[in-house]
């Protein structure tokens, strides 16, 4: 493109003067939903929560680019034998717009990096990928729009059609269905998952597709075979990535690899992410609370460690990458909860459901965390039963512990939260 066109493209872009106020809704409207739950220091997790801006984004280059080829249409540009191809044309006049929604997204990123703290790295460029994708998907479906109708009727009907395809199969029941936009990636990622590779080949696959549909509709507009092939184009495309996403749940993550925990220490040896602040406090607090729970009786594992799904013989260790020193002994105790039994997660009535406030609380406060803490984490009467508990003899401390714990394991088994001197 010549520097003449260039500037004239520029000067006369709708892009031109959207992007102001795309960049300000970005900044202003979205900033709090973009920095809320990042994981810090994770690039993934910020690369991911970016996409919160994904459907905003792509919408606005919708209806930018409907406004851009209502221009043409009105101006009948392609209807005077122009020396150009299609596609020649359409390309300068929709460059602005493309330019506009990496922007977007450049700045939705740089909001989320920020709150994440993930200083100098890479993000992950497959999202980033995915985000561009959409984002040229978008734009030339709104061109395509806008072709075949004035612009004050093509630009608002680009916005509201391109933010509810990008936006609402998010809150469908349908899973595999937001994955195909991108819809599910601002759910990526806590420090022990990755994303799955299946989410990015679906949105990347489905988004190709229109936009080689849109690309060849473009160059023969008017051609009844070209408008059949890019329909078969844009179906296939459709098929194939929902094929692939088809057992997706609503968050496509998986766990993370464990060969990027670094271990220390024995007994217990404990194992975090590097992304983890102040490892050696971590270390220190969490050998305190583990000698704890030991000097209470508690069966200790050998080995904590923060990956999704610990090995046998190990324990979650559930601390944040920027642990605070009362995080820890809530972190080491958390992992030695009971899942609740397969028949309580099938809805089957599980009598033992009262105890698993007042055993956590008595293991959070038994592993080091403050009082006042586990009260407003459990409520006051879990607090009150978990200090009578505490003030018991050790081992009825610990008989009570394996009774209401071995409860929380079955649907069938009552729990025994009665003890001298407890509120219950």
Known sequence: MSPVLLRTTLRSSAATYVMPFLLGFVLVALGDDLSAWVT?????SATGSSTFALPFVS???????AWEGARLHRGAVFDQAPVR??????????????VMGTLGMV??????????????????????????TVITANTLAGYLIGRTMSGVLAAPLALIAGFFLNAHPSSWSIYWLRHLVGGGLDSCCAA????????????????????????????RQGHVPALAAAVVLAASGFGLAAYIARDLGPEPVQA?????????????????????????????????????????????????????????????????????????????????????????LNGEPYPAAEAAGPVAAWLYATAGEPSDVVAGRFGPEEARLATAVMKQPRPAQLD????????????????QLAIAGSPR
């Open 59 to 65: 919408a606005a280059c919708a209806a930018t680019a």
């Open 400 to 415: 009570w512990y394996e009774r209401n714990r071995k409860a929380l394991q079955s649907c069938s088994t009552p729990p």
């Open 192 to 219: 022990d998952t990755v994303l799955d590779d299946r989410a990015l080949w679906s949105a990347a696959v489905f988004t190709v597709a229109v936009c080689l549909a849109a690309t060849l509709t473009i160059q």
């Open 85 to 98: 191809s299609p596609l020649a044309i359409t390309v300068p006049v929709l460059l602005p717009v493309a």
């Open 40 to 44: 810090p220091h994770y690039w993934p």
């Open 256 to 344: 993370r690899d464990t060969s990027a925990l670094v271990c220390e220490g024995q007994q217990p040896r404990i194992c975090l992410w590097p992304e983890v602040d102040d490892q050696p406090l971590v270390h220190r607090e969490a050998a305190k609370s583990v000698d704890r729970l030991r000097k209470a009786g508690v069966s200790m594992p050998a080995t904590l460690t923060m990956a999704q799904h610990p090995s046998p013989g190990t324990a979650k260790l559930g601390i944040p990458t920027n642990p605070r020193l009362a995080d820890i002994p809530s972190g080491v105790a958390s992992g030695l909860l009971p899942e609740p039994p397969t028949c309580a």
């Open 107 to 132: 700045t939705a990123l740089l909001l989320s990096a920020s709150a994440a703290d993930t200083g100098w790295g890479i993000p992950d460029l497959g999202v980033i990928l995915i985000s561009l």
